[in-house]
Structure formats: C-alpha cells, structure tokens
C-alpha cells in the first residue's frame, strides 16, 4: 500500500502520504510488513501521513466501559500502546516505522520526542501544545471557554500517541486533529479520560489545511528526531 515515497531525507527515511481514506486494517498490515523488512536491514525507515474512515480503536490498555457507543463505527482491537481513541476524516494519522534501536533503545526517550515532534508542529501555527503528568497525548489551554467547576482553565486533547515496538522498530504513532467531526469523540471516553474533551486545529479558529500541517509536519522532524 506504501507507494513512491514523497521524498527521502539525507539520512535515507521515506515520507509517504496517501490519498483518500485507508482502511485500517490495511494499514496495519502494511505497517507489520514494512516493520519486518526494517527489523531485517531490507528497507528504510518511513513515515506515513493518512487518514481513516470512522472507526475506534482500543489500544492494549483499552476498558469495555469506555466504549460507550458500541454501534456507532467499526472498532478495531489495536496493538498499541494506550485506550480507546477515534480515528476519521479530517485527522491526520502519522505512522512513525523508526528504528528506536538505531536511536538509542530508549523508549521512554522516544514518546518524548513524539510529543516534542507534535508541540513544535502545533507552535507553525501559534498554538501552545503540552503535555501533562498522568495523560498521553498533547493538550491545550482553552482561554476562550469558561473555568471548569474547580475555577482551572479547561484543556482539550489536541493529539494522541500510542506505539508499539517489535525487534526495536516501531509502529503505529499519533493523530492529529486538523477538522474531524469532533462529535465522534462521544462513542468512547477518549484515551480514558472523562473530565476534559477534545479539540481540533479548525476547532480553535485555524484554518489549516491537511497540506499545511504535513508541510509544518516535515519542517519540525528534524528538531525532535536528528
């Protein structure tokens, strides 16, 4: 399913983007194979931009009780790493397949510059992503909605990360949300947690475009990763 890569940078990983919406279960087995040939010296490292059709997938650490509309979409039994989360138009899917043993075997290490990766990509559009102690993923202030019940400012989860690992290559990777129908959240509690929601870069009054992101996307790699 990987086609001509986009580009190759210096160090000779492959930048994908496919067009239209890929079946998940395609792209899983794309991912497996590609992986392989990695783990095996047969082939470069990638990433891979896309997007799904509406579905749910539950992570290792998935709970039934958040899946709260089983009906609504196709739910998919993931072998990354984390709960629940949704996945559709309008998000940007990012399938990092890097060699974490070529860069240092350290995991913990690596979901850190995930996250570095998905902060500097939101700071191309002046939007202040964090992360906090006890959640995945990369989160904003809302400065425009009223304080919660306990007078904090709100936050909505912008992007989700969740990986796995086999012979030291990963897969699987992060989802930015750039203009999905954020009412898909509702079938799940997001990543497990009720007490904040989510957001989207349209969401905050951005127009950014998928093109845009994959631009800002490709510009940042490099402070994160080289």
């Known amino acids: 399913m990987l086609q001509t890569p986009l580009s190759t940078d210096q160090n000779g990983m492959e930048w994908h983007i496919s067009a239209g919406l890929v079946p998940y279960a395609d792209a899983v087995t794309t991912m497996e194979e590609r992986v392989a040939r990695i783990a095996?010296?047969?082939?470069?490292?990638?990433?891979?931009?896309?997007e799904h059709p509406p579905l749910y997938t539950a992570g290792t650490s998935a709970r039934p009780e958040d899946l709260t509309d089983p009906g609504r979409f196709p739910v998919h039994v993931s072998q990354r790493g984390g709960q629940y989360t949704y996945h559709g138009p309008g998000q940007r899917v990012v399938y990092v397949m890097l060699d974490v043993g070529k860069r240092g075997r350290d995991v913990r290490c690596f979901v850190r510059q995930l996250?570095?990766?998905v902060i500097a990509t939101l700071a191309e559009f002046n939007v202040k992503g964090e992360i906090r102690p006890g959640r995945v993923g990369v989160w904003v202030t809302r400065?425009?909605?009223p304080p919660g019940p306990t007078g904090q400012k709100q936050e909505d989860k912008i992007a989700a990360i969740g990986i796995r690992?086999?012979?030291w290559v990963s897969f699987h990777g992060i989802s930015i949300n750039v203009e999905p129908d954020l009412s898909h959240f509702s079938g799940i509690v997001p990543c497990?947690?009720?007490e904040h929601g989510v957001t989207s870069l349209v969401d905050l009054g951005l127009p950014v475009s998928m093109?845009?992101?994959?631009?800002?996307?490709?510009?940042?790699?490099?402070?994160?990763?080289?």
């Open 115 to 117: 996250e570095a990766w």
């Open 40 to 50: 095996a010296g047969d082939a470069p490292e990638a990433i891979w931009l896309l």
């Open 143 to 145: 400065d425009d909605k």
């Open 192 to 194: 497990g947690i009720t």
């Open 211 to 226: 093109d845009d992101l994959d631009m800002a996307l490709r510009r940042c790699f490099s402070q994160s990763f080289d």
């Open 165 to 167: 690992l086999r012979k």
